[in-house]
Structures are given as structure tokens and as C-alpha cells.
């Protein structure tokens, strides 16, 4: 059984920072790519950064220069900091592990955790 847990959310202000947290198992960690996504209240959900098995990162031009995505493979962890936090920024943030083997999708999600920047 798959599962990831998103932590580390919660209520900051402005200018602030936060540090999430996303502990998979039930997967292969090491071999599948890991994004946060990121969805506010009547918006679409959006992709905020993605970490490679690799390492190879890439970001939303939103957040660039403010959040930096990185992964524990040993740990079976992602993890994203959020700094110069923005009330923009305010959604509900989820982990996923995506990967396409042999044309078929495998992607899991998490259930999310609230951040919220406001004064």
C-alpha cells in the first residue's frame, strides 16, 4: 500500500517561512520523480516544484528563488522549503510520485496539509 504524508504546514506571516515534509512508502522511492503541488481555494491545483530521481530541479516561476525542493532517498523523504513566504502563497500543498513505466501512469498522492500566510 502506498502512501505519502504531507507535515510541516500551518499559519505563518508574511515574509515568513515554512518547511514541508512528504514520508513515502510502499514505493520504490529512489527511482520516481516527486512534485509538490499546491492548490488555493477556486484555482486549479498547480505544480510548484519537482525533484528528479536524480536530483534535476525545476520550479514554477512563482516560487523561483523563494522555495527549493530537495529529497532523502535514504530517508524515503521530500521535502520543500518555503521561505520570503507571500499571501499568494496560501493553498493547500500535496506530495506526489509520479512515474510513467511502459506508456501507464503510476501516481500517488498524499492528502495535503493547509498554508496559510497571512498578517
Known amino acids: 500500500q502506498v502512501q505519502l504524508v504531507e507535515s510541516g504546514g500551518g499559519l505563518v506571516q508574511p515574509g515568513g517561512s515554512l518547511r514541508l515534509s512528504c514520508a513515502a512508502s510502499?514505493?520504490?522511492?529512489?527511482?520516481?520523480?516527486m512534485n509538490w503541488y499546491r492548490q488555493a481555494p477556486g484555482k486549479q491545483r498547480e505544480l510548484v516544484a519537482r525533484?528528479?530521481?536524480?536530483?534535476?530541479?525545476n520550479y514554477t516561476d512563482s516560487v523561483k528563488g523563494r522555495f527549493t525542493i530537495s529529497r532523502d532517498n535514504a530517508k524515503n523523504m521530500v521535502y520543500l522549503q518555503m521561505n520570503s513566504l507571500k499571501p499568494e502563497d496560501t493553498a493547500v500543498y500535496y506530495c506526489n510520485a509520479q512515474r510513467v513505466v511502459s506508456a501507464n501512469l503510476q501516481s500517488y498522492w498524499g492528502q495535503g496539509t493547509q498554508v496559510t500566510v497571512s498578517s
Open positions: 510502499g514505493i520504490i522511492f529512489n527511482i520516481y520523480p
Open positions: 525533484i528528479t530521481s536524480g536530483g534535476t530541479t
